[in-house]
């Protein structure tokens, strides 16, 4: 496979990862005009995106499972398709049953799409280039934060929010183009990502640990920011698009500087980010009252936040006790977990201690966090968990593909 076409078909998975994020993250940009054109209330278009996330947890294992056995471009096609088809139901649905349907349906592509897009990326270039590749993947669900949802709402609430919708579907239709057309066709159970690097049971657990305390992290202090940044910060409300522009633009930066680094220690990143998240959250605590200081430490946590996602992807393929894409849809159960019980604890602390302490309860799960990274980083192979003749098996595999990728 030449680089070109490798480079293609990455763009072309970054390119489904924006849409995806933006199409999850649309309705809530969009909340009172779909409110107003479907005549229900706006609480109950909020359950777009609860269901949505709900389906996400409930069926990324079961649906990878069920697929192992599928060629990774017909399955990434497949699924892109489904997304397209779903994403038009969702133009054209004249009720709220069927548009919840059409909903959910986008949802469960999704969760197949995003524990095998990983695997299929790093398959693109050799296996030093994992971390990097990932975080290219990554990227798009970040860009989609910081130019598709606002894009998306923009275009909503002057042409209607179906339109928006349907220019979703649209950009669908060319990403499922490119990653028919470019993506090699590699059977599910060969390949240097099939398998984890160094499968480690004892890690993996740790790490799907790590992902649900430090999204939720995240969440619990991100959920009421507009909240923090006017009552405690003092900005006007017409400043909060401004500032999570800001925490926007820094999450893509921190995507691409991670991007360069973690193939050199991924667990090592993965501890950086989560400390740098934490610390972040602290001074927001501490000095968030202080304008200047809360837009940086904002950014910040956005910066923090987005490379660990990214870091996150990398380290699954390093530890992953089985296959690649199973530990994927795992991992991805497990960010979703975080982001509900996140938004869930902050909204159970705002009443009783304010708006303070959700960022306080951000970085105390941060702490905690960063307290199993560093048992999993010193934990010795023997310790791990590991069946040395396998792990043996896997790391001759992954030299062997290595070679080969250094060949092309």
């Keep these: ?72 471009r017909r399955l990434l096609s497949a699924l892109l398709a489904g997304f397209v ?19 959910m349906a986008t949802a469960a592509t999704h969760a197949l799409f995003w524990a095998v897009v990983v695997p299929a990326a790093a398959e693109l270039f050799r296996p030093g280039l994992r971390g990097r590749v990932v975080a290219i993947v990554f990227a798009g669900g970040s860009v989609a934060l910081v130019l598709g949802v606002p894009a998306g709402t923009w275009l909503g609430e002057r042409a209607g929010w179906r339109v928006s919708f349907l220019a979703v579907a649209g950009l669908g239709a060319i990403v499922l183009v490119a990653v028919a057309s470019l993506l090699p066709s590699t059977p599910p159970n060969q390949g240097h990502a099939a398998r984890g690097a160094t499968p480690d049971v004892y890690r993996f657990w740790l790490l799907v640990a790590v992902a649900i305390l430090t999204t939720a992290g995240a969440i619990a202090a991100y959920t009421y920011v507009a909240l923090f940044v006017t009552e405690v910060s003092g900005f006007p409300d017409s400043s909060v698009g401004a500032i999570l522009l800001a925490r926007g633009v820094a999450s893509v930066l921190g995507i691409l500087a991670v991007g360069a680094v973690v193939d050199r220690s991924p667990w090592l990143a993965l501890g950086a980010t989560v400390a740098l998240q ?82 306080l309860l951000g970085a105390l799960l941060g702490v905690v966090a960063l307290l199993m990274v560093a048992i999993g980083f010193n934990l010795r192979p023997t310790r791990c968990g590991q069946d040395p003749q396998r792990l043996k098996q896997v790391q001759e595999a992954h030299q062997t593909t290595g070679r080969r990728g250094a060949r092309r």
Excluded: W
């Design 278 to 359: 934490s610390v972040a959250l602290l001074g927001l605590y501490t000095i968030g009252h202080r304008p200047t200081a809360a837009v940086s430490l904002l950014a910040l946590a956005g910066l923090a936040f987005a490379a660990f996602t990214a870091v996150l992807g990398g380290v699954v393929l390093q530890v992953a006790p089985g296959r690649s894409d199973l530990a994927a849809a795992t991992v991805s159960a497990a960010v979703n977990v975080g982001i509900t019980g996140g938004a869930l604890l902050a909204g159970l602390a705002l009443p009783s201690h304010g708006v303070h302490s959700t960022v």
């Design 1 to 72: 496979m030449s680089r070109r076409r490798a480079v293609g078909a990455l763009i072309g998975l970054s390119g489904g990862t924006f849409l995806y994020t933006t199409a999850e993250a649309l309705p809530i940009g969009l909340l009172l005009p779909m409110a107003a054109d479907l005549a229900v209330p706006p609480s109950q278009v909020g359950m777009l995106v609860t269901a949505y996330g709900a389906v996400v947890v409930v069926a990324s294992i079961p649906l990878t499972a069920l697929a192992r056995r599928i060629p990774r």
């Design 85 to 103: 088809v779903s994403t038009a139901i969702t133009v054209f649905a004249s009720t709220f049953a069927l548009l919840l349907a059409a909903r």
